[in-house]
Every structure is written in C-alpha cells, then in structure tokens.
T-cell receptor, first 112, second 114 residues
Framework: DSGVTQTPKHLITATGQRVTLRCSPR?????VYWYQQSLDQGLQFLIQ???????AKGNILERFSAQQFPDLHSELNLSSLELGDSALYFC???????????FGPGTRLTVL | AQSVTQPDIHITVSEGASLELRCNYS??????LFWYVQSPGQGLQLLLK??????LVQGIKGFEAEFKRSQSSFNLRKPSVHWSDAAEYFC????????????FGKGTHLIIQP
C-alpha cells in the first residue's frame, strides 16, 4: 500500500459524458501527478500540481482538466468522453517536485 | 525530449534463473531513473531509483540496477527469480528541479516458467 488513494476503482460511462476521478496523496506529499495508461499509448504523464498550483503539463487533452484543493487532494475531470479515453488513470504523489513518486491503485475508466 | 526504450516486450525465464531487463534512455542532462513493477490489476510499485552517487543501486525484492552513463542504460537485474516476480516492469526517467512527470518505457512483460 503506497498510501495514495484513488476513487472510484472502476467507472463505466457513455460517450459524451463527463466524469471526475479523485486522488488523495500520501500524508505530507505536496505534489500530485496524473498519468494515463492505455494499451496503445502506454503510460503517459498528463499533469502535475504542487501545493495547489499547476506545475507541469504533459500530454493532456483540452477536454481534460485537473485541480488540487487546499487539503491537497486532487481531481481529474474528463469531459466529452470518447471511446479512446478508456484507460487506467493513475495518480501519484511526492513530497515536493521531482523525487520519488508513489502511485495509487488507479481508476479504470471504460467508455461505452 | 527525454525517452525510454525497453527493447524486450516479453521475457521468459525459468524459476531460479537470473534475470536482466534492459532499459535505455535518452536525456540531455543527468537523469533521475526508476524501475517500477506492475502486477495484474495493480498499481505501480517502486523497485528502485537512481538519483546520483553509486551507480549500482539496490532495491526491494532482491532487485538491483546499474546506471551506465556511457551506454545510457539502466538495466534491472535479479540473481534468482521467483514465480511471484511475474509482472510488467517499467523503466522511467525524470528530471530534477521540481517539475515534470516521468517518462516511461513501454514495459517488459516477465513470464516465469516453473
């Protein structure tokens, strides 16, 4: 158990819908990262937040957005969902910036 | 931009045999290197990391990795594998300085033969 929690574990929805994935970092960690894992693209970095502020962006689509709240939990919002958005979404956290990232168990999103 | 190559998509090893998983990276500065393992239906667990210093790093579960700057490699090794080591292994590279996520390789699927 890494100490990073993600909810829900599974999510099934339809094309065109919007969903929100939630992540709680390890106690004391200020940075939160979101990753997408799909069969064709592999593991891809989406976005990083540090202490409530966006810190870095990766291959995140415009339909996707994230935020980090004052209690340091983070949410990833996915809208206008497409079949290709079906994937495993991981959250990771670290103490600050670039050091060891600890991953949560992931949320499996299925878009039908 | 940084990149990571794991040349072996699948590797089959007999239980008790030694293991080496290859990882090559492309990065303009001193990289931060990681190996993670993912069991089916599970998240990613950190096996070991290299930031600086001794180029041979020890990790959990009896794994080790050696950083070779001249070869841009960070290969993962284990002297004797166990059936429970069957999983997907990912090499990743990141940069220091407090920003950016990790860049992952495509992964190597390890199969253990009895």
């Amino acid at each position: 158990d890494s100490g990073v929690t993600q909810t829900p574990k599974h999510l099934i929805t339809a094309t065109g819908q919007r969903v929100t994935l939630r992540c709680s970092p390890r106690s004391g960690d200020l940075s939160v990262y979101w990753y997408q894992q799909s069969l064709d693209q592999g593991l891809q970095f989406l976005i990083q937040y540090y202490n409530g502020e966006e810190r870095a962006k990766g291959n995140i689509l415009e339909r996707f957005s994230a935020q980090q709240f004052p209690d340091l939990h983070s949410e990833l919002n996915l809208s206008s969902l497409e079949l290709g958005d079906s994937a495993l979404y991981f959250c990771a956290s670290s103490v600050m910036g670039m050091d060891t990232q600890y991953f949560g168990p992931g949320t499996r999103l299925t878009v039908l | 931009a940084q990149s990571v190559t794991q040349p072996d998509i699948h590797i089959t090893v007999s239980e008790g045999a030694s293991l080496e998983l290859r990882c090559n990276y492309s990065y303009g500065a001193t990289p931060y290197l990681f190996w993670y393992v993912q069991s089916p239906g599970q998240g990613l667990q950190l096996l070991l990391k290299y930031f600086s210093g001794d180029t041979l790093v020890q990790g959990i579960k009896g794994f080790e990795a050696e950083f070779k700057r001249s070869q841009s490699s960070f290969n993962l090794r284990k002297p004797s594998v166990h059936w429970s080591d069957a999983a997907e292994y990912f090499c990743a590279v990141g940069r220091g300085g407090g920003a950016d996520g990790l860049t992952f390789g495509k992964g190597t699927h390890l199969i253990i033969q009895p």
